[in-house]
């Protein structure tokens, strides 16, 4: 039987490691299976296809992550099959330019209607959500 290169983050990387496994190393999902469910749900792209949570990937392999209304477009640089703090995550994939400022643009846009109350702060009450009906009611 042959062995794969083992290894951490610390030296040496493998050739290949598991799709599903490097997302949770790399910290895009908190768990694996969160992965697999963004993988199986064409959330993440592997140079441009749609790919199986078992797909071996390699250095410099082109992911495309979306989650939420957030988009990464990231290169992998590195491979760990140990998950560490974020800041040594980050070390895992270089982030493209222009994926990394629409999500923040994204993210200021949100904070502006947040802050200009387009956004509510609090889920409406029992006596908010009987009026909002009653205006949804009535408008027809």
Same mark, same amino acid.
């Given at each position: 039987?042959?062995?794969?290169?083992?290894?951490?983050?610390?030296?040496?990387?493998?050739?290949?490691?598991?799709?599903?496994?490097?997302?949770?190393?790399?910290?895009?999902? &908190?768990? %694996?299976?969160? $992965?697999? *469910? /963004?993988?199986?749900?064409?959330?993440?792209?592997? #140079?441009?296809?749609?790919?199986?949570?078992?797909?071996?990937?390699?250095?410099?392999?082109?992911?495309?992550?979306?989650?939420?209304?957030?988009?990464?477009?990231?290169?992998?640089?590195?491979?760990? &099959?140990? %998950?560490?703090? $974020?800041? *040594? /995550?980050?070390?895992?994939?270089?982030?493209?330019? #222009?994926?990394?400022?629409?999500?923040?643009?994204?993210?200021?846009?949100?904070?502006?209607?947040?802050?200009?109350?387009?956004?509510?702060?609090?889920?409406?009450?029992?006596?908010?959500?009987?009026?909002?009906? %009653?205006?949804?009611?009535?408008?027809?």
């Amino acid at each position: 039987m042959v062995r794969q290169a083992e290894s951490s983050f610390d030296g040496a990387s493998a050739e290949r490691m598991r799709l599903d496994k490097w997302l949770w190393a790399a910290r895009f999902f &908190k768990t %694996r299976q969160l $992965a697999i *469910e /963004a993988i199986n749900g064409g959330k993440v792209h592997l #140079n441009g296809q749609r790919v199986k949570p078992g797909k071996e990937i390699g250095l410099d392999a082109r992911l495309t992550i979306t989650k939420d209304q957030y988009r990464w477009d990231v290169t992998v640089r590195a491979l760990s &099959k140990q %998950r560490r703090p $974020a800041a *040594e /995550a980050e070390r895992l994939y270089e982030e493209d330019a #222009n994926s990394r400022e629409q999500r923040q643009a994204l993210v200021a846009q949100q904070r502006e209607d947040r802050e200009a109350g387009l956004q509510p702060d609090q889920r409406p009450t029992k006596r908010d959500r009987r009026l909002i009906h %009653r205006f949804k009611r009535d408008a027809l």
